[in-house]
């Protein structure tokens, strides 16, 4: 049986000046999936994200996302949610989403209902009119991730949504990645909650030095690596003296 894909990446490699960051690294996502993108940091995760989405171009190999390169007229299907994060500091939140709701295509009472709906979600309906700046770390965690799923976009990039979240407003927001996908959206996870990818990819792939450590379906990994927890086989690849 077929698997569509939504990202292939082949033969990818990226130098700066005489330093390789990634080695021939070659993986595909398949659409409807939530795919774990792991590694230590350093490992070339934030790279092959930003080749991937035309922010940096490769040295060598190709970087698709659906079936072609990315460029800036794609913006409505995608939802990234970068490392380094920031939004308009000084506006209020609800100003904010809806304005983002428009940079992705939808009419301003849409993005606006939209908006409403997802801070009443999150618990922030009472700070619709706050300035991003005043809200906690957390509270700013969650308008970051609603700035980035509030176009329902089919596939979804998200660089360690869950940092400065208390455990509650964790299980909060991986529960709303997880009704995106349900509702067909593709989930790229970055991150080294290991716990976070057992409970919810269906595949993953472990960066190590630029080049591919592991990669497949979770349960085959773990069969791979003896019944071992994605935790411990992370700290076993990444040993000092470890191949």
């Not at 308009?88 to 304005?99: C, F, H, V």
């Not at 009472?126 to 991003?132: S, V």
Request: net charge neutral; aromatic share 6%.
């Amino acid at each position: 049986m077929h698997t569509e894909t939504i990202v292939d990446v082949e033969a990818f490699q990226m130098r700066f000046g005489d330093k390789e960051i990634i080695h021939d690294l070659s993986f595909s996502v398949n659409k409807g999936e939530i795919f774990g993108f792991l590694g230590a940091n350093g490992a070339g995760k934030t790279t092959t994200i930003r080749a991937l989405l035309n922010i940096l171009q490769p040295t060598a190999g190709t970087l698709m996302v659906a079936g072609t390169r990315y460029s800036p007229s794609m913006a409505a299907m995608l939802g990234y949610l970068p490392e380094q994060r920031g939004l308009y500091r000084n506006e209020p939140i609800l100003d904010t989403l809806t304005y983002f709701g428009v940079m992705h295509g939808l009419n301003w009472t849409d993005a606006k209902t939209r908006a409403l709906k997802y801070l009443k979600q999150v618990d922030l309906a009472g700070k619709a009119k706050a300035r991003f700046a005043t809200l906690s770390g957390g509270e700013q965690q969650k308008v970051q991730l609603g700035s980035t799923i509030i176009h329902d976009p089919a596939l979804l990039v998200l660089d360690e949504p869950t940092e400065a979240l208390d455990p509650v407003n964790r299980a909060l927001l991986l529960d709303l990645v997880t009704q995106h996908r349900d509702r067909g959206a593709t989930v790229i996870l970055v991150t080294h909650r290991l716990d976070e990818v057992e409970q919810l990819c269906e595949r993953i792939l472990i960066l190590k030095d630029g080049v591919r450590a592991v990669y497949g379906h979770v349960d085959d990994v773990k069969k791979q690596f003896g019944g071992r927890a994605l935790n411990d086989i992370f700290l076993s690849l990444h040993q000092k003296g470890a191949s």
